[in-house]
């Protein structure tokens, strides 16, 4: 009887050396297919995911990319202009990484180098295709992650400078003042007890500039309405006393602008300051001092052995 041949051993390399080469005619197919697609329309499946990765990469970050471009090329912001198309949030419950910067924050960041190189127009143009209320006010739950202190000093810094120090503001200028102020309002009030104390310690920084003042105004009227909204200011009696502390240490510091002999900080700014900046100034502390003490008083009558409430 005949034996069968041995299908491992005697068929097995001619098997595999068809398959070597089905992948080499596979592999010059798939190149001859890429070298036709513009006229036979074939992509590679493969092309086309890399493809839509770099679109949607492209689309995150473009808005970044237009805003450099302002700063870099000014005399073509008018063709630019059309092009920035500003951020907008995602559902509230989908939450940024902790060292990932708010997208808000390069608009922020670059308006007034924008402004400086292309105009006031130009930056309050920019400014308002943000829709500040989407990002903040219709938030359900009214969490910004990370914390908001990188977005409150990049529009402190918006606000400062687009104060008027002179009648020879533009109007122009006015209006992207007044947009900044209403962007750091909305910011603050939903995140007052978040920012208070790192707002008062950059604010003890330029205790005279009169640049701040409408910060300084802004801060009172929201802390007087969080206490007629909630009774109180929602910030700890611990982080108050600290805060306090923390301003009476700043004013004692010698001042290195008087001319006087151990002259505090304190007396440069009754002395120098403007009286509408100092009047600011004392309406906060009055309306922190005297929450200070209906807290302590609550304590007391509690009973209660700690502040931190």
Same mark, same amino acid.
């Given at each position: ?23 080499? &005619? ?12 513009? %006229? ?10 890399? #493809? ?6 492209? $689309? ?49 960041? /670059? $308006? ?14 920019? =400014? ?8 903040? &006010?219709?938030?359900?739950? /009214?969490?910004? %992650? ?32 007044? $947009? ?8 603050? /009030? ?10 008062? #310690? ?41 805060? =306090? ?56 009558? #509690? ?7």
């Amino acid at each position: 009887m005949l034996g069968l041949p041995n299908w491992q051993t005697e068929y097995g390399p001619w098997q595999a050396a068809k398959k070597q080469n089905s992948d080499r &005619e596979l592999a010059r197919a798939k190149k001859r297919m890429r070298r036709e697609a513009p %006229t036979q329309g074939y992509q590679d499946p493969t092309d086309v995911l890399q #493809a839509a990765e770099e679109f949607l990469t492209s $689309l995150s970050a473009g808005y970044g990319r237009v805003l450099d471009l302002f700063v870099a090329l000014p005399h073509l912001s008018a063709v630019l202009l059309p092009t920035f198309i500003a951020p907008t949030p995602g559902p509230c419950s989908k939450r940024m990484k902790p060292n990932e910067p708010h997208p808000l924050f390069s608009i922020y960041e /670059r $308006l007034m180098d924008i402004r400086s190189r292309c105009g006031p127009e130009v930056a309050f143009k920019i =400014l308002a295709t943000v829709n500040i209320n989407l990002w903040f &006010e219709n938030c359900e739950d /009214r969490q910004t %992650t990370p914390p908001p202190i990188a977005l409150f000093h990049a529009l402190c810094r918006c606000v400062k400078q687009t104060t008027a120090v002179s009648d020879s503001q533009t109007e122009t200028d006015k209006d992207l003042h007044q $947009l900044c102020l209403k962007h750091l309002r909305i910011l603050l /009030r939903l995140h007052l007890s978040e920012l208070l104390s790192s707002a008062w #310690a950059q604010l003890l920084q330029d205790i005279c500039d009169i640049r701040t003042l409408p910060i300084w105004i802004s801060l009172a009227e929201l802390a007087e309405t969080e206490v007629k909204e909630f009774g109180s200011l929602t910030i700890s009696t611990e982080k108050l006393i600290i805060l =306090l502390n923390t301003t009476s240490s700043t004013f004692s510091k010698i001042s290195t602008l008087s001319s006087g002999i151990n002259e505090t900080l304190y007396d440069e700014f009754f002395h120098a300051a403007p009286a509408d900046l100092i009047e600011a100034v004392l309406s906060l502390l009055y309306i922190l001092l005297r929450e200070l003490g209906v807290k302590l008083g609550c304590c007391v009558r #509690a009973k209660h052995m700690t502040v931190a409430h």
